[in-house]
């Protein structure tokens, strides 16, 4: 049985950068949890940011720029936390290849976990579409990335891989 990965903050824990969880209602998510499958991790606390925490965005560049070290990423106060990022963009890919991870289900708009959109580094609110570090860096480990708002396209590719996997799921 595949395994998926998803953000720590989603289910509601309080863990987002203001202390915040997201609230998840699916009966997609409600079968995951009942099956096991659910692989929940918050990279930023991997790497030992606290709750809450100044919000942080991608800027100079996207998530690829991040992880190739031609973008950064800064916190509201301006400290760069990039190496930071990149650690917690190695440790969600880490657990993902470690638990048998066949795609991961991300809060959207995370420099982090974001996989449609992210802030566009101004720190006023404005979106951009783009991906988070981890989101990218699963992505290019060839790990599917959906948002939290996609559980139906999730479970949908998530049903083809274990169709696909030799001898089922």
Not at 36 to 52: D, I, K, M, Q, Y
Not at 142 to 161: K, M, Q
Request: charge should be neutral.
């Amino acid at each position: 049985m595949l395994k998926v990965l998803v953000s720590g903050c989603l289910g509601g824990a309080p863990l987002r950068f203001n202390a915040t969880g997201v609230p998840v209602s699916s009966a997609i998510w409600q079968r995951w949890t009942s099956e096991g499958r659910l692989v929940s991790l918050c990279p930023e606390l991997a790497v030992g940011f606290p709750v809450p925490r100044p919000p942080a965005e991608i800027v100079g560049g996207s998530a690829a720029d991040v992880i190739d070290g031609r973008a950064q990423v800064h916190e509201s106060s301006g400290r760069d936390v990039t190496e930071l990022f990149q650690a917690a963009a190695q440790r969600a890919l880490d657990r993902a290849l470690q638990a048998g991870v066949g795609l991961a289900v991300l809060v959207d708009g995370s420099p982090t976990c974001g996989s449609t959109y992210i802030h566009d580094g101004t720190f006023t609110g404005v979106t951009v579409a783009g991906r988070g570090v981890a989101a990218e860096a699963l992505r290019r480990r060839g790990i599917p990335v959906f948002a939290h708002d996609d559980l139906d396209r999730a479970a949908a590719t998530l049903a083809e891989l274990e169709r696909r996997r030799p001898g089922g799921s």
